[in-house]
């Protein structure tokens, strides 16, 4: 079965610091990978996703990750952060577009100011 | 163009009750799934529809039931409800064969 690990539960960092949150993932086959974000009182929201080709993508508001397949790792990058990031961040992956989303437990970004 | 919506935002029943839970998925999207996110974890797939038809089901008890509409909107419905069904209940579409979901704002269901 598919699971999705997390390594930090709780991030706390001052602006501009550099960001690098953990995303590991079980799974023997090809797999979509996904990292969502949930601000204080919004909706997920996609930030960026993986299917195939460059391993490095560019999400939105910054953000980016990185496939290493023989790590079977997506960790989700931002060289600067912002308070406005302080956000619930979450890993997630599927077996085929559409499919059901295994999601890892979150971490949670807090930014100080 | 307006995003995944649910109602109600916020739900009290006590055990025992039975719930329903409403989904009208984005302008074009065809597959709706539900998920449960308990406080401090991530969403848990229960369930995805396409075609009306219940395509994919995740490890949930057959308390927890679905439908869809001609007009892909979704319900999802929970008997006999248990205090541990308190959760932040996720509707998300997408369009057939697409590879992102989009979630809605969620229907937080308090059980006592």
């Known amino acids: 079965a598919q699971s999705v690990s997390q390594h930090n539960h709780h991030v706390i960092l001052s602006e501009a610091a550099s960001l690098e949150l953990g995303c590991n993932y079980s799974?023997?086959?090809?797999?979509?990978l996904f990292w969502y974000v949930q601000y204080p009182g919004q909706h997920l929201q996609l930030l960026l996703k993986y299917f195939s080709g460059d391993p490095l993508v560019k999400g939105i508001k910054g953000f980016e990750a990185e496939f290493i397949k023989s790590k079977f790792s997506f960790n989700l990058r931002k060289p600067s952060v912002q308070w406005s990031d302080t956000a619930e961040y979450f890993c997630a992956v599927n077996a085929r577009a559409g499919t059901a989303l295994i999601f890892g437990k979150g971490t949670t970004l807090s930014v100080s100011s | 163009d307006a995003g995944v919506t649910q109602s109600p935002t916020h739900l009290i029943k006590t055990r025992g009750q039975q719930v329903t839970l409403r989904c009208s998925p984005k302008?074009?999207?065809?597959?709706v799934s539900w998920y449960q996110q308990a406080l401090g974890q991530g969403p848990q797939f229960i369930f995805q529809y396409y075609e009306e038809e219940e395509r994919q089901r995740g490890n949930f008890p057959d308390r927890f039931s679905g439908h869809q509409f001609p007009n892909y909107s979704s319900e999802l419905n929970v008997n006999a409800l248990l205090l541990g069904d308190s959760a932040l209940y996720l509707c998300a579409s997408s369009f057939e064969g697409r590879e992102t979901q989009y979630f809605g704002p969620g229907t937080r269901l308090l059980v006592l």
């Open positions: 799974y023997g086959g090809t797999v979509n």
């Open positions: 302008s074009g999207h065809d597959t």
